[in-house]
């Protein structure tokens, strides 16, 4: 049995990450506290053009670590997911998705206590922007070869779920595309 007993606001400005406190009463009859954290969606935008992901070389705080990661960041409300991929890919590597694009894969990253969707958009061009990149994002974009995706991820140079996912997801789309020889 769930209930909930206490919520918090992160920021009181920014009612868009709460942290609820759920009084849980478990099939064995132990009662305890469960915290439940509530974030926005997040957008990603995975870019491939010419066998290349568009990636951001950068440091991340949080985790005190240099590593690869796709752009993205939160949905607005009411905004489409794919619509804040193309967006945040803009805003934090100077290229633009060209088109549409389409839904890749969409998520829960850590379902035992944070409520959020992750969603994961795949284009296959961009084009570069003239407008200037957010400041606040430290890293610096670089095309990285598809091939090279899964040898950092077994290396654990690729930071956040979102790109782990995405970039596997379309590793294995793309080679389960591709005839099979016998040899």
Not at 167 to 183: I, K, M
Request: charged share 25%; aromatic share 8%.
């Amino acid at each position: 049995m769930w209930g909930a007993r206490t919520t918090a606001a992160a920021d009181a400005d920014d009612a868009s990450i709460r942290v609820d406190l759920h009084d849980v009463t478990a099939p064995e009859g132990d009662r305890f506290d469960y915290p439940v954290v509530h974030l926005p969606s997040v957008g990603v935008a995975l870019v491939v053009r010419d066998e290349h992901v568009l990636m951001l070389r950068t440091y991340r705080y949080p985790v005190n670590r240099y590593g690869w990661e796709l752009p993205g960041g939160g949905v607005d409300d009411g905004e489409d997911p794919g619509v804040a991929a193309a967006r945040e890919a803009a805003e934090e590597t100077g290229w633009r998705p060209v088109g549409e694009g389409r839904p890749l894969i969409a998520f829960e990253p850590l379902p035992g206590g944070v409520v959020t969707r992750v969603h994961v958009h795949l284009w296959t061009d961009a084009e570069p922007t003239d407008e200037p990149l957010d400041r606040h994002e430290p890293g610096r974009a670089q095309w990285v070869a598809v091939d090279d995706v899964v040898r950092l991820a077994a290396a654990g140079d690729l930071l956040g779920s979102g790109t782990l996912v995405g970039l596997l997801q379309y590793v294995a789309e793309t080679d389960a595309s591709r005839p099979r020889r016998n040899y």
